[in-house]
């Protein structure tokens, strides 16, 4: 098991964001977690990446127990969170933002990594160095997921990385997790689009009110249209539409 | 040519209004907090210098020969206090009873501190201005007819090496990058495996050594120390970082020198008395023409430095 996590509580400001969640990513695994707005899928993430410090529970990464410590440990374990709306850095240019992936790398092959990086995203490569802030809203989430992949994870969580994209890109991005999947990356995906996300992964679980109510196995929850309706307060529609945007 | 030699003069009293509104520009570039007790740790720097040349050091360095080591020390005691400030003023206050977007600790905390030290040297050596036996201030040298005091002007070429070598810093190392990534989003920076708490630090340090570094020349080039320094440096070193622009080091370089040019050309011009409406009187127009400074960014508090 690479991330085993059981009953953890994470605290969003005063209130419970997170009760007594348990999951696991399996190694080479994509898991996705759904639910709606305000499910608490988002502090999930952010627990799991130490930005806020659990309240109880037990995260094991790798057999490592990593609750209690910082960001910076999970990262060197090989953990990376691509956050929720891409928080890029744009007085960067599009290489300082890919260095700052690196930050906990010690070694000296970083340079060769980023060079794959702009090989696999040739619209980074023409603007590396360029302030982040010229890119498009896709090109700013490809910058994120590249500055993750520099930090050379083993498990990339993904917070909402479809939101605000074009139709075409939505498309592209998912092309990309099953890509860096088949690498060997463990993937642990956030998203309300749901169909999309049921479609590239191999499991998934669906939070209510920050508690994880169900746990099944992709195709079984994309055929379960009760719960669409029950719990990812619909508007998602069947799961038909191939690579539209969330509404 | 008396207009050339008052530019020269200007000069060298700017370098040292530079150094200190670098300091204030680092802290709020990176941290976003107006950092009181930088005029302290300036005029700390000189004092412990002094009191050092003047007892002697420990280990038998007595005399007045020793005072570069004497400033040496005192730079290194800046640097301790910092860090003693940002402990109180940035760790146990602000992760107490603050959040990340809380300002006001931090700055009340630090304006304690500037109160509590200076007080503090006050009662060990009294409040008059002591004299610095540095090297002779009035060794000169003349350029094409402009005179030029060697120690100001060494000073001068120091300062331009340190703003160099920060901006070096800050621009292309790691700890540098880090720093930047903190100013403009510390949850990003976070998440990135940047800490906070090993980094804040390294500002701090970076805060005692820039104002230790100040107060050393300011001993140097006019001879003489008191615990009240700090006071009037202070203010034309924030006047500076403002004109120039907020979290901008190049701003506070080009502030702190325009601050030093409007002193001098006010003093030929007007008399002593008017120095400070002149300075004040020219943030308050900075503010009026350009709030943001002449390199500032126009939305305060995204992507500074």
């Known amino acids: ?247 | 040519m008396l207009l050339l030699q008052q530019i020269v003069n200007s000069l060298m009293l700017g370098s040292v209004y530079v150094t200190v509104a670098v300091a204030f520009t680092l802290t709020i570039g990176i941290l976003n907090f107006l950092n009181f007790t930088i005029p302290t740790l300036f005029m700390f720097a000189a004092m412990i210098g002094w009191a050092l040349a003047y007892w002697g050091l420990p280990g038998g360095l007595t005399g007045p020969s020793y005072w570069p080591v004497a400033l040496a020390v005192g730079i290194i005691a800046s640097m301790i206090v910092s860090l003693v400030v940002e402990r109180f003023t940035f760790r146990i206050m602000k992760t107490k009873y603050g959040d990340s977007t809380e300002h006001a600790i931090p700055l009340v905390s630090s304006l304690g501190f500037l109160l509590i030290i200076e007080n503090l040297v006050r009662i060990g050596y009294g409040t008059d201005a002591q004299r610095f036996p540095g090297p002779s201030a009035d060794l000169t040298m003349s350029i094409g007819g402009i005179f030029v005091r060697v120690p100001q002007f060494v000073s001068l070429l120091f300062v331009v090496v340190i703003v160099i070598g920060l901006n070096w810093l800050l621009r292309t190392s790691r700890l540098g990058r880090g720093l930047r990534a903190i100013a403009e989003n510390p949850d990003a920076a976070n998440i990135l495996g940047v800490d906070m708490h090993r980094i804040v630090p390294v500002v701090f340090m970076l805060t005692g050594l820039l104002c230790g570094l100040a107060g050393a020349l300011f001993a140097i080039n006019y001879g003489e120390v008191s615990p009240q320094m700090g006071e009037d440096i202070g203010t034309k070193a924030i006047a500076g970082m403002v004109v120039g622009g907020l979290g901008s080091i190049w701003g506070a370089v080009l502030g702190g020198l325009i601050v030093g040019l409007t002193e001098v050309m006010t003093i030929h011009l007007f008399g002593a008395d008017t120095v400070q409406v002149a300075v004040w009187g020219l943030l308050l127009l900075t503010l009026f023409i350009r709030p943001q400074g002449l390199f500032g960014h126009s939305a305060i508090g995204k992507g500074k430095l």
């Open chain 1, 1 to 247: 098991m690479l991330l085993d996590v059981s009953r953890l509580d994470v605290n969003y400001g005063r209130t419970r964001a997170v009760k007594q969640v348990s999951l696991s990513v399996r190694e080479g695994e994509i898991v996705t977690v759904l639910g709606a707005n305000g499910a608490g899928k988002t502090s999930l993430l952010r627990g799991l990446q130490g930005a806020v410090r659990p309240a109880g529970g037990k995260i094991l990464f790798d057999g490592t127990d990593l609750t209690q410590a910082p960001p910076s440990a999970r990262v060197r374990n090989g953990m990376m969170l691509v956050p929720e709306g891409r928080q890029i850095f744009v007085s960067m240019t599009v290489h300082e933002n890919l260095l700052m992936g690196s930050y906990m790398r010690a070694d000296a092959d970083v340079s060769r990594d980023m060079e794959a990086i702009y090989d696999r995203f040739p619209n980074l490569a023409e603007r590396r160095n360029m302030k982040a802030s010229v890119l498009s809203g896709g090109e700013q989430q490809m910058l994120a997921i590249g500055r993750a992949l520099v930090g050379r994870p083993r498990l990339i969580m993904l917070d909402e990385p479809s939101l605000g994209l074009s139709p075409l890109f939505v498309g592209k991005l998912f092309e990309l997790i099953l890509e860096l999947n088949k690498s060997g990356i463990s993937i642990l995906l956030v998203e309300q689009n749901t169909t999309m996300a049921l479609e590239v992964a191999s499991r998934g679980y669906v939070l209510e009110l920050g508690s994880a109510v169900l746990e099944d196995d992709a195709a079984a929850l994309s055929n379960n249209t009760a719960l669409t309706e029950a719990y990812l307060g619909g508007g998602h529609g069947p799961a038909a539409g191939g690579t539209h945007a969330h509404a």
